[in-house]
């Protein structure tokens, strides 16, 4: 399957600590919440699916309302370029932070975004074919070795020289989910990480998308 993500996640301080303490999830506020992100779509809860899965299908929403943290995960976070995310995403984090985490393993493409209090403090998209799709503010220091190419992608024993960025992208990838949530999907085994799929988040079906009439 590989590793996949598609997600935000609204957090008043710091998520990384608020999943540390193994939080429970409140089903209540999560529906309360979905209605608020998605009020013109009728959700109907169809199960959970662990953290470790946070990249739904088109036909459905995950998510997961703890405290001090909400993950969201739906398509409309698939960005190439997370600026473009529609404001009402944004705003609805108020003062606190915003981020958003999407990788495809398929394509080997990762995007991550953070706002504060509204704003955009560093967003990033990267892909081997596209190259830097969007790059904007100052990098975070999780991303500092990858950059400077302590971490090279490799093609069998020797550095991949056609990549335009000096490591890969799916391995920054799982560097932000370390850094920001405190878990990764692939990788080395770390026992002091938490594991993502003890974290349950409700499915949630939605409606199929208008048709495009035929005139």
Known sequence: MGAKTCM??????????ALAVKPRLDREVTRQIAGILFPDEKLEPIGEVALTHAHPPDHEVYMGCFPGVLFVAAREFGLDRPSTLPRRFIDAGG?????LHAMHSAVDWFAYAIWRDGKIVRSLSLSPDSGILENIGERLPFEEPYWSGKFPALDGDEPN?????PFHP?????????DQFGYQIEGCVDASLLDPD???????????SPRPKAW
Do not use: C, H, Q, W
Not at 200 to 205: A, D, E, S
């Open 170 to 178: 799916m391995e920054l990838g799982e560097a932000a989910l370390k």
């Open 198 to 208: 003890s974290i349950p988040l409700i499915r949630y079906k939605r409606p199929p």
């Open 8 to 17: 935000l996640v609204y957090t008043a301080s710091n998520a990384r600590e």
């Open 161 to 165: 020289m056609d990549y335009p960025f």
């Open 95 to 99: 003062s606190g932070t915003v981020i």
